[in-house]
C-alpha cells in the first residue's frame, strides 16, 4: 500500500470525536501562542507559554486519541487457554473478548502476542518489547455488553523454552 492509501485509510477511519479532539487541540495551542505573545515583556512567563502550546500541539492528539478511544470503546480480553500444538508448530489461544462500552462495536481486531519469560522481572519488561511472535483476527458486532469466544492460533512457533501469551484488543 502506497503513503497516499495509508493515509486515506488512517482519515476514513477517524470518527466525529477525534475530530473535535484535533480541533480543540489547535485551537488550545492557538490560544497558548497568543497568549505567549501578548505576554512577551514577561520572559519566563512567555517561554514557559510556547513550551506549554507546543507539548499540547504535539502531545495533545497522540494521547488524546489513545485515551478517548480506550474510554469510547472500552473492551476486556480474557485468556481463557492456550496450548502448544505437539505435531504442528503452533500454539492454540481461545479467549473470551466482552463489550465494556456504551455502544455497539463494528469491528475488533484481537491481537495475540507470544513472548520469552524469564524469573526476572526487568527481562520480562524487556521481551514484551520484542515479541517472538504475532498474530491477529478481527470480531465482527460485538453488541454492548456482549461477550464472544474466540479461538486463535500462532504459527509458526518454533520457539522450545519457556514463553508468555498476551491478548489485546483495538474497536471501533
Not at 476486556?76 to 473478548?97: D, P
Amino acid at each position: 500500500m502506497n503513503v497516499q492509501g495509508r493515509i486515506n485509510s488512517v482519515v476514513d477511519s477517524l470518527i466525529v470525536q477525534d475530530y473535535i479532539l484535533f480541533g480543540s487541540v489547535f485551537i488550545l495551542f492557538l490560544l497558548f501562542m497568543i497568549l505567549a505573545i501578548i505576554l512577551r515583556n514577561k520572559k519566563k512567563t512567555s517561554v514557559l507559554l510556547v513550551i506549554l502550546a507546543l507539548s499540547v500541539f504535539f502531545l495533545g492528539p497522540t494521547v488524546g486519541f489513545v485515551q478517548m478511544h480506550k474510554f469510547l470503546f472500552k473492551n476486556e480480553v480474557q485468556l481463557v487457554s492456550e496450548k502448544k500444538l505437539e505435531f504442528t508448530k503452533a500454539i492454540v489461544i481461545q479467549g473470551l473478548i466482552k463489550n465494556l462500552s456504551n455502544k455497539n462495536l463494528n469491528e475488533c481486531k484481537i491481537i495475540a502476542t507470544a513472548y520469552k519469560k524469564t524469573s526476572n522481572e526487568f527481562k520480562n519488561y524487556i521481551f514484551r518489547l520484542k515479541p517472538i511472535q504475532k498474530s491477529s483476527i478481527v470480531e465482527v458486532d460485538l453488541k454492548i455488553g456482549q461477550s464472544k469466544d474466540f479461538k486463535m492460533f500462532i504459527e509458526p512457533f518454533v520457539y522450545n523454552k519457556d514463553y508468555e501469551v498476551g491478548l489485546e484488543a483495538s474497536c471501533r
